[in-house]
């Protein structure tokens, strides 16, 4: 959500703030990524099959709105 904020905002900014808004976006994008991160490595101590094909379809769903 936050994410989409940032995007929606950036093009209306102007000097200093847009840099600041482009810092935003990657730093928020990084969040994520080692979020997504965090939940892969993890996935391995989870025992309900049901519950790690739904992370999973959840993590690619995050990757791929970040375009990762």
């Keep these: 959500e936050a994410l989409g904020e940032v995007r929606a905002g950036a093009p209306i900014a102007v ?5 600041d808004m482009l810092c935003a976006e ?4 990084a969040a994520v990524l080692c ?3 965090n939940v892969r490595i ?3 101590f989870i ?3 049901a519950a790690i094909e739904r992370l999973n379809k959840e993590m690619e ?3 791929a ?3 990762a």
Excluded at 15 to 19: D, N, P, Q
Excluded at 26 to 29: A, E, I, P, S, W
């Design 42 to 44: 993890n996935l391995g």
């Design 26 to 29: 990657h730093l928020l994008r």
């Design 47 to 49: 025992q309900d099959a």
């Design 61 to 63: 769903a995050a990757r």
């Design 35 to 37: 979020a997504l991160e």
């Design 65 to 67: 709105e970040l375009g």
């Design 15 to 19: 000097g200093s703030v847009a840099s």
